[in-house]
């Protein structure tokens, strides 16, 4: 099924906030507030929530805003065998910051679907087409201390092929898009190379939907704004990594463009790939207009044909205040529109 019967579809990277009843707003990782049969009936209202906020907006490929989901990489791994959750361990996560994170003790293994029923009820809760993402394998590695693999590279395949699996399960229930979540992309160029990609293929490989990664640098959090500090006038990571990406099996490539340093003309290494243009800054509570969001998409369309390009968000919402979110994604309908018409005319 093509995803391209829409010109130009909009989509989002992934998370919206939450509502205030579910978790604590405005916070990234929160507690969830209810607990029991409560909480399990609390996350499929703010799905349903979430779709109502993205449909009324126009978005044409709507997620489940991650409402299900406390962290973007720990909650899957909480379903999974061989990590320790109760004894942590402080690692320099993404060579930026310290966080106390979950140790692997023993092999990794799913003896169990994790998010397939969530996707089952996303799939029945809508009628537009549908994204689930995944966190990636070399970002689930970056997000753990390893106790018993000692290789980044070996547990990073240990969790393709659980990734594998999983995505495969939510791949049946109708899900139109499957994206790995991979920030760490952005940051380990030579682990890239040796074997990120090739865990990544692993994951997305043999999937009857389309296969997606988003590389991005991060929330609006502190030690992210104060890391993108560093990286000079023009950043220029994507240079390293979507050439091999332009050779690899995933369809789909996510990146961070509205108020970024990214040279746009980057997109250009990304031939015959579809391409997730980040037009709104997820890191700024000002609202962008639909004419900011336009001239993003026009930059972007030097290098890659409207045929291939999707308006999407340069990261997820979790942080931000919901009506800050709605807004962002309201102007991101509208400057699509904006340029729709103009390919038209
Ligand atoms: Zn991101």
């Not at 379903?79 to 979950?102: K, Q």
């Not at 003790?105 to 799913?110: D, E, N, Q, S």
């Not at 995933?250 to 340093?261: T, W």
């Not at 250009?268 to 579809?274: A, Q, R, S, T, Y």
Request: with cysteine; hydrophobic share 45%.
């Amino acid at each position: 099924m093509s995803l391209m019967t829409t010109l130009l579809p909009t989509t989002l990277a992934g998370s919206l906030p939450k509502p205030s009843w579910l978790a604590e707003p405005e916070a990234l990782w929160a507690a969830w507030k209810p607990d029991g049969n409560a909480l399990d009936e609390a996350k499929r209202d703010a799905v349903r929530l979430a779709l109502r906020m993205q449909e009324n907006a126009g978005i044409d490929i709507v997620t489940d805003g991650e409402q299900t989901r406390r962290h973007f990489v720990t909650t899957f791994i909480e379903g999974l065998d061989g990590v320790d959750f109760e004894h942590r361990r402080t690692v320099h996560i993404r060579n930026r910051y310290d966080a106390d994170v979950p140790v692997v003790t023993g092999p990794v293994a799913r003896r169990h679907p994790v998010f397939a029923g969530d996707a089952a009820f996303l799939r029945a809760e809508t009628t537009h087409r549908i994204k689930y993402t995944l966190p990636g394998p070399m970002t689930m590695v970056d997000t753990l201390y390893d106790a018993h693999y000692k290789s980044r590279e070996k547990l990073a395949l240990a969790f393709a092929a659980i990734l594998n699996e999983e995505a495969k399960e939510i791949a049946a229930a109708g899900i139109d898009v499957i994206q790995f979540d991979e920030p760490a992309f952005n940051v380990y160029f030579d682990e890239v190379r040796d074997w990120g990609i090739a865990a990544l293929e692993r994951a997305a490989q043999g999937l009857g939907c389309k296969t997606a990664v988003h590389i991005c640098y991060g929330y609006g959090i502190k030690a992210n704004i104060d890391w993108k500090k560093t990286l000079g006038a023009e950043w220029r990571q994507y240079e390293q990594t979507f050439p091999l990406l332009a050779h690899s099996s995933i369809d789909q490539v996510s990146l961070e463009c509205a108020h970024s340093h990214v040279p746009i003309d980057l997109i250009g290494l990304l031939p015959g790939k579809e391409v997730m243009v980040g037009a709104i800054d997820v890191a700024t509570s000002e609202v962008e207009t639909p004419e900011d969001v336009a001239a993003v998409i026009r930059s972007a369309l030097r290098f890659v044909p409207a045929e291939r390009l999707l308006p999407c968000t340069n990261c997820g919402m979790v942080p931000l205040a919901r009506p800050i979110a709605q807004a962002k994604l309201e102007a991101l309908a509208r400057g699509t529109a904006l340029v729709r018409r103009e390919i038209a005319s």
